[in-house]
């Protein structure tokens, strides 16, 4: 199996897919406009086996704790996956299957599939974690990053749209405190609940809408930085494996699904 990167195309719309880099899916054009930062670190890559932060990198697995490296000191950050090669399953048209093994750090073996799918006005991308060993607690998630600007005569910045039900407050270690608080305006770096599944409008004004979706009820928006604005459809909040653990058995993976539909204005 190899790693090489992949282009998949459907009408006027690419995505690259980079199982060399993490998994990432490294670009989206649609009609030649790049819509994802570019950069090495950037593009939209998979979080899993956990999203966001581990509080100091700990978390427990029935009375025994486990403990991540620290690549966020004081805490560890958005899994394991994104700094592993994956290897490609399949390529058929419009679509490709990438995998990746588990492996240390990460305590558990396990096997990572995802699922990129392209039609001309949509990017689909279903992940999923399963384990023919031991049981596990597990996260799946995905951060990507859209390019706050697209360029062009008179182009003006993304504007986010979207009615959580709550948001997690954050603590003054970015990791929610538990509690439950109306949704605050930004900027932000924080996780909200949609209960009726994640449902999140990018648009940049006069040139393209882009709807983020997910059957999942969490959703982290980060949007501090210049360049980006992310938006992550993720199975529970930061430190959910600690707080909201959902767990990969031989019987039963965890899979999750994101679907980003687009049209131009």
Partial sequence: MSSEDITLTAGDAEVDVLPG??????????????????GERFGCFPMVPWCGR??????????????????????????TARDGVWNVARVADG????????????????RVTQVVALTPDSLSLTMSVETYDASFPAQIGWHPWFNRNLGGDGAQDVRLDFSPAWQEERGADHLPTGNRIDPEPGPWDDCFGMPGGVDVTLTWPGQLELKVGSREEWVVVY???EAAVCVEPQTGPPNGLNTLPRLVTPLEPL??????SWRRL
């Fill in 95 to 110: 679509e490709a299957v990438i995998t990746y093994d588990l492996v240390e750090p990460w305590p558990y073996a396990g």
């Fill in 255 to 260: 899979e999750a699904t994101t679907v980003w």
């Fill in 223 to 225: 949007d501090e930085q």
């Fill in 54 to 79: 581990i509080r100091d990198g700990r978390f427990l697995d029935g009375a025994v704790v486990r403990q991540m490296p620290l690549n966020a000191p004081p805490n560890a950050i958005h899994g």
């Fill in 21 to 38: 880099n993490g998994g990432r899916v490294g670009g989206l054009r649609v009609g030649g406009t790049e819509l994802l930062r570019q």
